[in-house]
Nanobody, 124 residues
Framework: QVQLVESGGGLVQPGGSLRLSCTAS????????IGWFRQAPGKEREGVSY????????YYGDSVKGRFTISRDNAKNMVYLQMNSLTPEDTAVYFC?????????????????WGPGTQVTVSS
């Protein structure tokens, strides 16, 4: 049984940073493209970033480019999302997802496995 679990969410002040982690059981993440998505109340799920499985190339949505960084630690079977310069507009539930497709971009229905999400709240 495959399970993805996100961690690292919480409450942070504007301008602050958080690092989200995604770990998995049942699969080895280095063989999957990993995407981070977020969903704010009343809004559609938004793709944030992904890292490919073939060459670890990365992609970022316009709203987070230059502030967020996605990375892998294959030894720990983890994928991270470092989030800097956070604003209240970044408040959302953040999800990690794994895709067998090597370059799924941020197309949600290409992803095979999803975590339950972790809440990130940016507020003073």
């Amino acid at each position: 049984q495959v399970q993805l679990v996100e961690s690292g969410g919480g409450l942070v002040q504007p301008g602050g940073s958080l690092r989200l982690s995604c770990t998995a059981s049942g699969i080895t993440l280095r063989y999957y493209a990993i995407g981070w998505f977020r969903q704010a109340p009343g809004k559609e799920r938004e793709g944030v970033s992904y890292i490919s499985s073939n060459d670890d190339s990365t992609y970022y949505g316009d709203s987070v480019k230059g502030r967020f960084t996605i990375s892998r630690d294959n030894a720990k079977n983890m994928v991270y999302l470092q989030m800097n310069s956070l604003t209240p507009e970044d408040t959302a539930v953040y999800f990690c997802a794994a895709a067998y497709h090597p370059t799924p971009k941020l197309v949600t229905n290409v992803y095979d496995y999803w975590g339950p999400g972790t809440q990130v709240t940016v507020s003073s």
